[in-house]
């Protein structure tokens, strides 16, 4: 949760710079396993920022459904009641 507000409180200069770095770094690895293939970074850069957001929101959400499930079976309405909502933001994001 502190990685999820830490990195969404940064600046948008800010996060993109971060993820454009790891968007080289991987670029580059994947250019010396495989020499002849190109990427166009403005686009790559753009599926590696919604795919971190999707999987740092799964993650949460797996934690929190095993932190539920050890409650005990009310929290299954809970979630059931929260589920779509989170789902619905993170479908905003793209």
């Known amino acids: 949760m502190l990685l999820i507000f830490n990195l969404s409180s940064q600046a948008a200069e800010q996060s993109n710079q971060l993820s454009t770095d790891i968007t080289k770094v991987i670029v580059k690895t994947v250019e010396k396993v495989h020499?002849?293939?190109?990427?166009?970074?403005?686009?790559?850069?753009?599926?590696?920022?919604?795919?971190?957001?999707?999987?740092?929101?799964?993650?949460?959400?797996?934690?929190?459904?095993?932190?539920?499930?050890?409650?005990?079976?009310?929290?299954?309405?809970?979630?059931?009641?929260?589920?779509p909502w989170c789902l619905s933001l993170n479908l905003l994001t793209y």
């Not at 686009?43 to 095993?66: E, P, Q, S, W």
């Open 35 to 83: 020499l002849k293939v190109s990427f166009d970074i403005k686009n790559f850069n753009h599926i590696i920022r919604k795919n971190a957001h999707f999987f740092a929101y799964l993650v949460l959400g797996l934690l929190v459904m095993n932190a539920m499930k050890k409650i005990g079976p009310w929290c299954l309405s809970l979630n059931l009641l929260i589920g």
